[in-house]
């Protein structure tokens, strides 16, 4: 399997214009890379151990790296949004009020553009199923 972390927060540190992100703990980065990390893996359904052509261990693609970095960021910067505002799912103001959807992944990923760096990528799973036809010789 390929090293993980793939980046450091530093990288992610640099990246990042959010002052929140900017100023997390690097203990607390480190949690949202390996976050991140384990997102990528099961979007793409692989670990990026080995080049699926000759078995090689193979650096990440840069365009792994990246989104890496971008929801890295996402869920840094997430997170201080939430711990500073809290969770909520609903609230009124007066005669207006609103709810709150849960947060959908996807929309999160072309939102970010992380859906273009990483379907290169995406290794399609097996259907599981199997048709086999058998005659006597």
């Not at 793939?6 to 949202?32: C, M, P």
């Not at 799912?89 to 996807?106: K, R």
Request: charge should be negative; include cysteine; glycine fraction near 2%.
């Amino acid at each position: 399997m390929a090293t993980r972390p793939w980046i450091t927060a530093e990288e992610v540190i640099g990246y990042s214009d959010f002052a929140d992100v900017q100023n997390r703990a690097s203990a607390k980065l480190t949690f949202d890379i390996q976050r991140a990390e384990a997102f990528i893996i099961a979007y793409c359904h692989r670990d990026f151990s080995e080049d699926d052509i000759d078995d090689e261990v193979v650096p990440i693609p840069d365009d792994v790296k990246t989104a890496d970095i971008l929801l890295a960021e996402y869920y840094a910067h997430n997170a201080q949004a939430i711990a500073k505002v809290g969770a909520k799912q609903s609230e009124s103001f007066d005669d207006y009020s609103y709810t709150m959807a849960a947060s959908d992944m996807s929309a999160i990923l072309k939102a970010l553009g992380i859906d273009a760096l990483l379907n290169p990528y995406v290794v399609s799973d097996a259907s599981g199923n199997m048709f086999m036809r058998l005659r006597k010789l």
